[in-house]
């Protein structure tokens, strides 16, 4: 995908996301107990998916995510978690500091993740081709 699709989605995925954690009355279709932890494990998805859908975009025409990219990512993700929980208030949600959490434990777990990928995309497009046997 083009640049201006790959930026697209990433500000599509974000508008949903704000919109999801600033719904009032969220609560109500947050599933019963023993799930009703439920929304910590969708904090730290959506971060997971904030990160990755950076990571998606950084990597345009095949340019690795070095680890100055990866530590704008973590500082703008930390940032836009504070300002997401503050902000919650408005539509008089809880702000929480265990949402805060789950959010950075979700956005590190998916850079880790691609991170590995990237280093072994990498690795495997350096390694030199294996001696082809022709049979004889």
Excluded: N
């Excluded at 439920?38 to 971060?47: E, I, Q, R, S, T």
């Excluded at 025409?61 to 680890?67: K, L």
């Excluded at 993700?77 to 949402?99: H, N, S, W």
């Excluded at 880790?112 to 995309?121: E, F």
């Amino acid at each position: 995908p083009s640049l201006r699709v790959r930026r697209s989605c990433l500000v599509g995925y974000w508008i949903v996301m704000f919109i999801l954690t600033h719904w009032p009355e969220i609560e109500r279709w947050m599933p019963a107990p023993p799930l009703e932890e439920f929304d910590k494990l969708v904090h730290g998805l959506m971060y997971a998916g904030w990160a990755a859908m950076w990571f998606w975009l950084l990597t345009m025409g095949g340019r690795r995510v070095g680890r100055q990219a990866t530590a704008w990512i973590i500082v703008g993700g930390a940032a836009y978690a504070i300002f997401d929980e503050l902000t919650q208030a408005i539509v008089d949600r809880q702000p929480d500091l265990l949402d805060f959490g789950c959010d950075m434990v979700g956005l590190l777990i998916s850079l880790a993740i691609l991170d590995r990928w990237q280093q072994r995309r990498v690795a495997s497009q350096t390694r030199p081709a294996a001696p082809h046997s022709d049979g004889s």
